[in-house]
């Protein structure tokens, strides 16, 4: 099992720049792919990134392909989202996942533990 919290959220002008990052606890971080999803209100939860255990495998959306990056560092036990050139249409709660995934896996189903959330918003 492991626990996940998410930080570094805010507001930001378009074309400006945040990174996020996701604290893992436990000793496990490293078995797990991990992943970003986002939720705007009255919308779904969204798959943004995923990068594999070892870090080697990167897969994005179309939407943040180009702008998004996502790393990790095993010997922190963090996961990181460094979100350049936002949107308004970036604007949503970002959440961080873990999963015993293999391949690319953007259904939210596919992660069993989940943070609680960090709130980014991009004004026009």
């Known amino acids: 099992q492991v626990q996940l919290v998410e930080s570094g959220g805010g507001l930001v002008q378009a074309g400006g720049s945040l990174r996020l990052s996701c604290a893992a606890s436990?000793?496990?971080?490293?078995?797990?792919?991990m992943a970003w999803f986002r939720q705007a209100p009255g919308k779904e939860r969204d798959f943004v990134a995923q990068?594999?255990?070892?870090?080697?495998?990167?897969y994005y959306a179309d939407s943040v392909k180009g702008r998004f990056t996502i790393s990790r560092d095993s010997a922190k036990n963090t996961l990181y989202l460094q979100m350049n050139s936002l949107k308004p249409e970036d604007t949503a709660v970002y959440y961080c996942?873990?999963?015993?995934?293999?391949?690319?896996?953007?259904?939210?189903?596919?992660?069993?533990?989940w943070g609680q959330g960090t709130q980014v918003t991009v004004s026009s």
């Open positions: 996942a873990a999963g015993y995934v293999y391949s690319r896996a953007s259904s939210a189903g596919n992660y069993a533990y």
């Open positions: 436990g000793r496990t971080f490293s078995t797990y792919a």
């Open positions: 990068i594999s255990r070892g870090g080697v495998t990167t």
